[in-house]
Every structure is written in structure tokens, then in C-alpha cells.
């Protein structure tokens, strides 16, 4: 059976030529393999055709037949590596905390330990009738979130 270790080797070559990084690689029974590619540019069908010719073209079919499927990581996939945070930097993102349900802003720092996002919400202010709008910057350890996951937005003309 191909490894995941495997499709990694030899997909390390087309990767640093500049374009993108792996985000997983998994191979199931029957040498299924699937790829999830991604760029700090953003990922195009052409880099996903791409890296897959180049993996075709290194595992030998009469050797060990497989099933091979490169694509990006759809925005309904959670973030997994410190790159795509940094990528994500300045867009809303949803977190799903641990132990303490969601919480939705916009991603404003990102290491390897922790994220930083800007939660706007309206609040009462004391001495005011109106709530306003407060902006508030709360920073949670990766270690806190079960995922994060990039929020679209459609906006209109």
C-alpha cells in the first residue's frame, strides 16, 4: 500500500517551486488517495492539476494501482496548519471553544500557540439609553479550540 509519508516525498519537489503546501494527505484501503493543497495566493483547479500530473507521473500503476484526488480545502474544512491562519489574517472565522460552545470576529493575529480575534458586538454603555458598538480583542490557545473555520460573507453592491 502507498504511504501518506510517500505521496508527502514525493510531492515535496513541485511544492518548492512555490506553489502552495500540503494541508493532509490521506491514503485509505485500495490506495485511495486524497490530497488537500493550499496557497498563500489562494489555490486554483490549474495548482491542483498540477501537483496532480506531477504525483501521477512518479507512482508507477503497474506497480500498485491507485485512485488519486488533489483539491483545495473547501471552506466548510477547518483550519489545521499555522499557514492557512496566517493566510486567514483580517477575515471573520468562527472558533469552536473546547469546553464553551462558538465564537465568531475577525482574525487579527495568529501564532503557533494562539489566535487573536476582534469580537464586535453591541453592548448597553453605562449612562447611555442606546447600545453601541464595542469592539473587544480576546486571544485563545489552539490548545482551547476544537476548530476554526473561515466565515464567508456575500456582500452586495
Known amino acids: 500500500m502507498i ?4 505521496i508527502q ?8 517551486e512555490g506553489s502552495g503546501f500540503l494541508v493532509d494527505v490521506r491514503v485509505r484501503e485500495g490506495n485511495v488517495i486524497s490530497v488537500l493543497l493550499d496557497d498563500d495566493e489562494g489555490t486554483s483547479i ?10 501521477t507521473s512518479l507512482l508507477d500503476r503497474d506497480e500498485e494501482d491507485f485512485s488519486l484526488d488533489v ?14 491562519y496566517v493566510k486567514n489574517i483580517g477575515r471573520n472565522v468562527q472558533l469552536k471553544l473546547t469546553d464553551a460552545g ?3 470576529g475577525k ?17 448597553r454603555i453605562e449612562g447611555r439609553k442606546a447600545k453601541e458598538w464595542v469592539e473587544e480583542e480576546q486571544t485563545y490557545p489552539l490548545s482551547d479550540l476544537d476548530w476554526t473555520k473561515v466565515q464567508v460573507s456575500f456582500k452586495g453592491n
Request: charged share 30%; glycine share 2%; with cysteine.
Open 3 to 6: 504511504s501518506a509519508s510517500h
Open 9 to 16: 516525498t514525493l510531492a515535496k519537489p513541485f511544492l518548492e
Open 46 to 55: 490549474e495548482k491542483c492539476m498540477a501537483l496532480s500530473r506531477h504525483l
Open 71 to 84: 483539491s483545495s480545502p473547501g471552506l466548510d474544512q477547518p483550519l489545521k496548519l499555522h499557514r492557512q
Open 102 to 104: 462558538k465564537v465568531e
Open 107 to 123: 482574525l487579527t493575529k495568529a501564532s503557533e500557540e494562539s489566535v487573536t480575534i476582534v469580537i464586535r458586538e453591541k453592548r
